[in-house]
């Protein structure tokens, strides 16, 4: 999680769920699209912290297992040093430990969202840190994979992160991420752009990607999403 850039968002809807829980996820998403400062983001995560995987839960979201399921598949060293971008309360570390993985290092935007992770045992380390910044914190070459979900997204963090991802990743290693497909195929951020032209340069190359699956299913049942898998050049 990051600052934001744009304040753009997508109709969604949330029938079929109680009309209370309806509201409310229908506002955090609302809020999450449009969030227009770094500090108005981190006031909202940390008021979302403590509801983060009820609300996640109610809406059927998966997209956290479907990625942990493409990089299991390429990752078969499960000793693997693993970054978690993004990591939030720890889901996607959840689908890690559950497919074998245990060296698991947890990045987020929000102490107060980190602080739910940490309370599950996921990871070895935690640190807080600004994904739209340099992540100086760590090494180059210092993990053999790294996964994002959900991070590169309406409002989220930028494209130039995907730099930064490609640094700390050692040769021949593995970066999974998540997009919605309208994001995606829109170019919005420019996030599309940005990993074509890593594929262009040789930085790396599409190893897989996962078949389109609702992303929100009770909440935004028509709006589809992939798991991206890419190889770093050795």
Known sequence: MGRPMTGEGQPSSTGGLPPELADRIELRWQQAYGARSEGALQDFYADW??????????IGCFHHETAAD????HLPNRKASILDVGAG?????????ARGFANLTAVDFSPEILAVARRKGLYSQFLVLNLNRPLEALADAGF????????????QV?????DELVRVVRPGGLVALT??????????????????????????????????????PRK???????????????
Do not use: C
């Not at 995987?53 to 109610?58: L, S, T």
């Not at 930028?158 to 995907?162: C, I």
């Not at 829109?186 to 609702?214: D, H, I, Q, T």
């Open 49 to 58: 912290a403590e509801t983060y995987d009820e609300d996640h839960a109610a």
């Open 144 to 155: 053999d994979a790294a996964i994002a979900v959900g991070v590169f997204s309406y409002g």
């Open 179 to 216: 997009m919605r497909l309208d994001f995606h195929d829109s170019n919005a951020m420019g996030v599309a752009e940005k990993l074509e032209r890593l594929a262009a340069s040789g930085a790396w190359r599409l190893e897989a990607r996962s078949e389109p699956a609702p992303y929100l």
């Open 158 to 162: 930028e494209a130039a992160a995907l």
């Open 89 to 97: 309360t720890g889901l996607v570390g959840e689908a890690l430990r």
């Open 70 to 73: 493409l990089l299991g598949q």
């Open 220 to 234: 935004e049942p028509d709006v589809m999403f992939r798991t991206w898998l890419y190889r770093l050049a050795s």
